[in-house]
Nanobody, 121 residues
Framework: QVQLVESGGGLVQAGGSLRLSCVASGRIASINDVGWHRRAPGKQRELVAGITGGGITNYADFVEGRFSISRDNTKNAVYLQMNSLKPEDTAVYYC???????????????WGQGTQVTVSS
């Protein structure tokens, strides 16, 4: 059984910061690509930032240098540091990881349950 658990969401004023965490647990051999996605009310889910197993990062255009994704492979964790938050960043943020399970040669995609981020104006 593999689980992804996000944390770190909350209510913050515009201009503030939050650090989201995504921690994977279970019988994991390796974690490859990881992405942070978000879904705002009435909108489709969109990619916010991604990081490869080798540490290459990519960001959505709307991030505009405000967010930073990083990973700590020793903790099976990926982080999203969000600065200069705007009300339009309000959404549920989800972590998605492509990983290999112990004893299996295949890659599997897992999603966390999401963490709410609310930015007040």
């Amino acid at each position: 059984q593999v689980q992804l658990v996000e944390s770190g969401g909350g209510l913050v004023q515009a201009g503030g910061s939050l650090r989201l965490s995504c921690v994977a647990s279970g019988r994991i051999a390796s974690i490859n690509d990881v992405g942070w996605h978000r879904r705002a009310p009435g909108k489709q889910r969109e990619l916010v930032a991604g990081i490869t197993g080798g540490g290459i990062t990519n960001y959505a255009d709307f991030v505009e240098g405000r967010f930073s994704i990083s990973r700590d492979n020793t903790k099976n964790a990926v982080y999203l540091q969000m600065n200069s938050l705007k009300p339009e960043d309000t959404a549920v943020y989800y972590c998605n990881a492509v990983l290999q399970r112990l004893g299996s040669p295949w890659e599997y995609s897992y999603w966390g349950q999401g963490t709410q981020v609310t930015v007040s104006s």
